[in-house]
């Protein structure tokens, strides 16, 4: 019986086509011929648009324009570039060539096809890098006395202390400590507080744990304490638009680096959630919060991004970012996903208590590991390593345990 091919990546074509016994020449020639990728090109000139059309049909591919763009009776339309690789590839060529902004299309184009074929292999910190072969696994220590899920319950130094090392033991790659809610409608503490709550932890853990320890701040002030004190990744939920010296900060001390994309402040943010583009605006806030990182010295191997799940986005926004994951893949950049027993989940399912929502987590989990994502923050990190594990083994033939760590 004939049958259709699910092939997810390069790797499953390429795995496919040497079970059928192609030329290794062959396969070089025909990897590209298989991955139909479509591209969205931003609000084109109608008459750059019409050529950029014509272009692509010349190479076997398609362009879809808005109504009115073949006789210019709009100004500007987005433009959904389809074809494979190979012809997009042979398309910033033909684009060299011709008027408006098309040649600087093309060399955009070329980058982005780049960046799609060469993901980055590690997380590099200031005293070790991170395989990002293999999901990992960033477990969630709150030391607020107001978490929306386990607020009080490590407030104290010694209950935050076990709880970070029973994580490690569970199966996390990272420990990401923090002492501010980030709720919705969290009011902000002072760095003076943050510090008094995440200083005396992360004192008593940087010796004690094999594992990096992240810190969930957007103040410059707090960053530059902890990470001397022991501390390897800052996590800034503002994508560094809060606290303009943060950057600055985790440059000079070589630190990880997560960028988070979210609207207005905790306090705020959920008082607007509508986007006319959820995806297209999500990856220009971190574009542009990449610029800024790098900018201040900061090298790409060091960045991860987090698209922000529950932070100015509703039910269906939360959803539709872990569908359309892989979309902000041509940033470049390793993605985060917070998705662990959050608002969204309980509303999907009717489940009011975060205590009751490990089976809807553990779905986000699995499909944002399917989806690319290289990192999941999570608060039930035992079950969540093993969700995340067996998901990885699924879409890579591969176990995650021989994995290199």
């Known amino acids: 019986m004939i049958r ?63 109504r009115g763009t073949v006789s210019c009776s709009v100004a500007t339309t987005d433009v959904m570039l389809i074809g494979t690789r190979r012809q997009l590839h042979d398309l910033c060529g033909k684009l060299a060539g011709q008027p408006f902004s098309l040649p600087a299309l093309g060399t955009q184009l070329q980058e982005l096809l780049h960046t799609l074929g060469r993901p980055l292999p590690t997380w590099q910190l200031a005293r070790r890098e991170l395989s990002l072969q293999r999901p990992l696994i960033m477990g969630i220590l709150n ?27 569970q199966g996390a790659d990272i420990i990401d400590i923090g002492a501010e809610s980030t709720r919705p409608g969290a009011p902000p503490v002072t760095a003076a507080e943050e510090l008094s709550r995440l200083l005396p932890v992360v004192e008593q853990l940087a010796d004690r744990l094999t594992i990096p320890i992240s810190i969930d701040t957007w103040k410059a002030s707090v960053a530059e304490e902890t990470l001397a004190a022991g501390a390897e990744i800052i996590n800034d939920i503002s994508g560094l638009t809060f606290d303009t010296a943060l950057a600055d900060v985790a440059a000079q001390r070589q630190a990880g680096l997560v960028l988070m994309h979210t609207r207005g402040t905790p306090e705020t943010m959920q008082q607007d959630t509508g986007y006319s583009d959820l995806l297209g605006e999500v990856a220009e806030f971190l574009q542009r919060s990449l610029h800024t990182a790098l900018s201040a010295g900061i090298p790409r191997e060091r960045i991860v991004l987090d698209p922000g799940i529950g932070f100015g986005k509703d039910r269906v926004g939360n959803l539709q970012i872990l569908q359309r994951l892989r979309e902000l893949a041509g940033l470049g950049q390793p993605l985060l996903i917070g998705s662990s027993r959050k608002g969204f989940i309980g509303t999907t399912l009717g489940r009011d208590k975060t205590g009751d929502r490990l089976f809807g987590t553990a779905a986000t989990v699995a499909l944002a590991v399917a989806e690319g994502a290289s990192v999941l923050r999570v608060h039930d990190v035992l079950a969540m390593r093993d969700v995340a594990d067996m998901a990885y083994s699924i879409i890579s033939a591969a176990s995650p345990v021989t994995a290199p760590l």
């Open 4 to 66: 259709p091919l699910v092939l997810h990546s390069t790797a499953e074509a390429r795995r496919e086509l040497e079970r059928i016994g192609v030329d290794p020449a062959g396969i070089v020639r025909m990897l590209p011929k298989l991955e139909l990728l479509p591209v969205l090109v931003p609000q084109l000139r109608a008459a750059a648009a019409n050529i950029l059309k014509q272009e692509l049909l010349s190479l076997g591919g398609d362009a879809a324009v808005a």
């Open 143 to 169: 030391v607020t006395p107001d978490s929306f899920s386990d607020g009080g319950r490590f407030a104290t130094i010694e209950k935050a202390v076990e709880h970070a090392l029973q994580m490690a033991d």
